[in-house]
């Protein structure tokens, strides 16, 4: 009991607002569809993360042991939900041929910032860095195509709803993982609340207001087909 009390006094606020998303996801999100199935195995990595990490700092008391895996633990959720995000945007118009260099670029770098540019970090920030630079890029680049193209209905449907999702999240964490020392991260902005916990709390927590929002209505028109069908 006592660790399972410790568990979730070591949880932050928004690792509860993950973990109310990835059930809420897991109930009432239809899995018929593939862009459903991505989004969900990305809230699922996300949430597996931070348990991952919780469980880490209770279980490993030598602190650079937990660090190493630690860091682990968020490299491999950078390079995977990224990827998955990624292949969102394909889905959503992107030329797959684009798409491929995209890929192929990215673990490039992930493989060049392990062998030379960050060798020496604990964690791997770049990689972030990289995965956002490029998510964002491509992402206005299709939204200005759909402008032109005057596809007006996908700036109104839910996809792409998900698709913005992300985009403050993956901006306020590269503004602070930029700067390689984490003291940064460290900055007192209101009261007791360093840069860091706004970045990773509240800024995070508008990201995760939008994917239940999309949630929400991708239930909602599951329900309404569901409905006419057997009318």
């Known amino acids: ?31 018929k569809r593939k862009t459903n199935r991505v989004f969900y195995s990305i809230i699922t990595y996300y ?9 880490l700092k209770l279980t490993i008391p030598e602190k650079n042991q937990r660090l190493f895996l630690n860091s682990i633990n968020y490299e491999l959720s950078f390079v995977i939900t990224f990827l998955l995000w990624f292949f969102l945007l394909e889905q959503n118009g992107v030329n797959k041929k684009i798409m491929r260099f995209v890929y192929l670029f990215f673990l490039s770098f992930v493989l060049v910032d392990f062998l030379a540019i960050q060798k020496d970090n604990d964690l791997k920030t770049y990689i972030f860095c990289m995965g956002s630079f490029l998510y964002l ?34 901006f306020g964490l590269s503004l602070l993982f930029s700067f390689v020392n984490s003291e940064i991260g460290e900055i007192i902005i209101i009261s007791n609340y360093n840069l860091y916990s706004i970045i990773t709390d509240y800024i995070n927590i ?21 409905s006419e069908e057997y009318h």
Request: hydrophobic fraction near 55%.
């Open 137 to 170: 890029i491509i992402f206005f680049i299709l939204s200005f195509n759909k402008l032109k193209n005057e596809d007006f209905n996908f700036l109104l449907d839910n996809d792409f709803r998900l698709l913005c999702a992300p985009i403050l999240m993956f």
């Open 206 to 226: 508008v990201s995760y207001s939008i994917f239940l929002w999309y949630v929400y209505i991708e239930y909602r028109n599951h329900k309404r087909v569901i």
């Open 1 to 31: 009991m006592t660790i399972i009390y410790d568990f979730f006094c070591s949880i932050k606020i928004i690792v509860y607002f993950q973990l109310i998303t990835f059930f809420l996801a897991t109930f009432f999100l239809p899995l």
């Open 47 to 55: 949430t597996l993360t931070e348990v991952i990490t919780v469980t």
